[in-house]
């Protein structure tokens, strides 16, 4: 079932993008999104999980929804991901995720509205993250 976002990631070029970018669109294909230390990124509201990294690491993205439905986070390396409109965490409705699975950590499903979603990337223990973000239905 992650057959198009392995090979998106697979992809070396993916567009770099910075902590806190705000983009036009859903990424085409995926990103590759900068992490910073969890201090340095303002994260509102909170993680809905705590870290578990010793040095955790955090990064913002944010692109507006067109269609309200399912839409499948996936990220490359070990985090936490919420989902974030208008100032409230989406709740997942489901995710996958295997720590023995190299550049595909996990896959979370959230149902989003129209309207502007902030991705927030907490808990990692990397300086960047693939993340990939499909619209399902």
Request: aromatic fraction near 6%.
């Given at each position: 079932?992650?057959?198009?976002?392995?090979?998106?990631?697979?992809?070396?070029?993916?567009?770099?993008?910075?902590?806190?970018?705000?983009?036009?669109?859903?990424?085409?294909?995926?990103?590759?999104?900068?992490?910073?230390?969890?201090?340095?990124?303002?994260?509102?509201?909170?993680?809905?999980?705590?870290?578990?990294?010793?040095?955790?690491?955090?990064?913002?993205?944010?692109?507006?929804?067109?269609?309200?439905?399912?839409?499948?986070?996936?990220?490359?390396?070990?985090?936490?991901?919420?989902?974030?409109?208008?100032?409230?965490?989406?709740?997942?409705?489901?995710?996958?995720?295997?720590?023995?699975?190299?550049g595909l950590r996990k896959s979370v499903r959230f149902n989003l509205a129209q309207g502007l979603v902030a991705i927030h990337i907490s808990g990692?223990?990397?300086?960047?993250?693939?993340?990939?973000?499909?619209?399902?239905?």
């Amino acid at each position: 079932p992650l057959a198009v976002e392995a090979a998106w990631f697979a992809d070396h070029a993916l567009p770099f993008v910075p902590t806190g970018a705000k983009l036009d669109a859903i990424p085409a294909r995926g990103i590759s999104l900068e992490l910073k230390p969890a201090a340095e990124v303002r994260l509102e509201p909170p993680p809905s999980r705590g870290p578990r990294a010793e040095k955790p690491m955090s990064g913002i993205v944010s692109f507006p929804v067109s269609a309200r439905g399912t839409y499948q986070v996936t990220i490359s390396a070990d985090g936490w991901v919420d989902a974030v409109q208008e100032g409230v965490i989406a709740q997942a409705t489901s995710h996958t995720g295997n720590r023995e699975c190299v550049g595909l950590r996990k896959s979370v499903r959230f149902n989003l509205a129209q309207g502007l979603v902030a991705i927030h990337i907490s808990g990692a223990s990397t300086p960047a993250m693939r993340i990939a973000i499909r619209h399902l239905d």
